[in-house]
């Protein structure tokens, strides 16, 4: 455990942003999860819905879609931008892969 002040306080910053970004890598295995249980199951309206923002009947997103996961890790510094840029293109691939 710390004793300086200063690295007591980094402790506590360091867990409020663990949390955080335990949080946004478990909304992004979730998607992907389901994106590729999608794939395996040759549901390419099902995969396509996962990939882009779903949207009810009124025309309002109910749930982020992967990609829009995996830009806002970007912009939280939790994943760097060419890594993104990889596992979206890949998903795009497999995408088109089975439509």
Same mark, same amino acid.
Do not use: C, W
């Given at each position: 455990?710390?004793?300086?002040?200063?690295?007591?306080?980094?402790?506590?910053?360091?867990?409020?942003?663990?949390?955080?970004?335990?949080?946004?890598?478990?909304?992004?295995?979730?998607?992907? =999860?389901?994106?590729? $249980?999608?794939? #395996? *199951? &040759?549901? /390419?309206?099902?995969? !396509? +819905?996962?990939?882009?923002?779903?949207?009810?009947?009124?025309?309002?997103?109910?749930?982020?879609?992967?990609?829009?996961?995996?830009?806002?890790?970007?912009?939280?510094?939790?994943?760097? =931008?060419?890594?993104? $840029?990889?596992? #979206? *293109? &890949?998903? /795009?691939?497999?995408? !088109? +892969?089975?439509?």
């Amino acid at each position: 455990m710390p004793i300086i002040q200063s690295a007591k306080k980094q402790l506590r910053q360091n867990k409020k942003r663990k949390a955080r970004n335990d949080n946004f890598r478990s909304l992004y295995r979730e998607a992907r =999860k389901s994106f590729e $249980s999608a794939i #395996k *199951a &040759n549901d /390419a309206a099902a995969a !396509k +819905a996962v990939l882009v923002n779903e949207k009810n009947a009124e025309g309002k997103t109910t749930k982020a879609g992967l990609q829009a996961i995996i830009d806002k890790l970007v912009k939280k510094n939790i994943i760097h =931008k060419n890594n993104a $840029s990889r596992k #979206k *293109a &890949n998903f /795009a691939k497999m995408l !088109k +892969a089975i439509s």
